[in-house]
């Protein structure tokens, strides 16, 4: 779940916290992500956990009200779904200072999954607008920066401070890999990234901003052939812009870009790395969306290196 103020809403920050206040009826945890967050919590009771999850909800949602936090979305998992997350985890195990960024990290809750699935956890890096959300992850699940020893990096992806819009490299590149505790900004990472995750993160932004991201998270990945970028959002059977309007009111409302399968393939096929070097997978599928409460098409995809 990635955690980026889109421009349209910003203003409306209060408005949405009034129309939208929080639910408890939204609350649902079960199975594997039920075990997941008792053995990462160590609240084995189901009513205390759920008091605890909805204690730090409501510490975020007044951060920023994320439609998905109000959803509970950050106790569900996104990208051990997603397919391309076990070669993902095959990278860390078996690549030599492997490193996994993952952007829009909100919580850490992904993460936290991949490092418990086996990826070193002293080789990630997460990402996000509001720190706030990082320090949360750690009330959210019991850890610290020392039992958990993720590097998290916080910043703004249009900020070139923070990431500098370069071409991919196509050879090992010239920096040596740095030291992952030391980072201030995402920009000593320049082709040194195997993996890099961000999930309902793009459809934040118009279409000159999903491309800006786009470029500025493929200079980062690694030039070695199965590095690889995945992630998922919502979007469209065809390429365009589209209203969404807020559920229950049908009155707040914004404008969503999406991306086709197609015009997705292309902006990272030609685009951002040269024809032919990279494998696009992306497919649609439906769910229901945070916002709205109707279904959303939402997009799959995968961008492996050649």
């Known amino acids: 779940m990635a955690a980026q103020e889109h421009p349209e809403l910003a203003p409306m920050k209060d408005t949405i916290a009034q129309q939208f206040p929080l639910d408890d009826k939204m609350y649902s945890l079960e199975g594997d992500e039920l075990k997941f967050m008792q053995a990462q919590t160590g609240i084995t009771?189901?009513?205390?956990?759920?008091?605890?999850?909805?204690?730090v909800q409501a510490e975020a949602y007044a951060v920023y009200p994320y439609p998905c936090i109000r959803a509970f979305r950050f106790v569900h998992f996104k990208l051990p779904k997603l397919p391309g997350y076990d070669r993902l985890l095959k990278l860390g195990q078996e690549r030599p200072n492997a490193i996994f960024l993952d952007l829009g990290c909100c919580f850490g809750n992904d993460v936290r999954r991949a490092a418990a699935d086996g990826f070193p956890v002293k080789q990630i890096v997460a990402s996000d607008l509001h720190a706030e959300?990082?320090?949360?992850?750690?009330k959210l699940f019991r850890s610290t920066n020392e039992s958990f020893p993720a590097k998290f990096v916080p910043g703004d992806v249009f900020d070139p401070t923070h990431?500098?819009?370069t071409p991919p490299v196509y050879s090992p590149p010239a920096d040596p890999l740095p030291d992952l505790s030391t980072l201030t900004s995402l920009n000593p990472l320049r082709g040194h990234v195997s993996a890099i995750h961000t999930s309902s993160f793009f459809h934040l932004f118009n279409e000159e901003k999903q491309s800006h991201v786009a470029h500025a998270i493929g200079g980062l990945l690694s030039p070695e052939p199965g590095s690889m970028i995945l992630g998922t959002h919502a979007a469209q059977a065809e390429k365009g812009t589209r209203t969404v309007t807020f559920a229950p009111d049908k009155q707040s409302s914004w404008h969503l870009f999406g991306h086709s399968p197609e015009s997705w393939t292309e902006l990272w096929d030609g685009e951002v790395f040269k024809k032919g070097t990279v494998k696009v997978d992306a497919k649609l599928i439906e769910r229901e969306g945070s916002a709205t409460g109707t279904k959303v098409l939402f997009l799959v995809w995968c961008v492996t290196r050649l």
């Open 133 to 138: 959300y990082w320090d949360l992850g750690h």
């Open 45 to 55: 009771d189901e009513e205390e956990l759920k008091k605890h999850i909805m204690a």
């Open 163 to 165: 990431i500098t819009v």
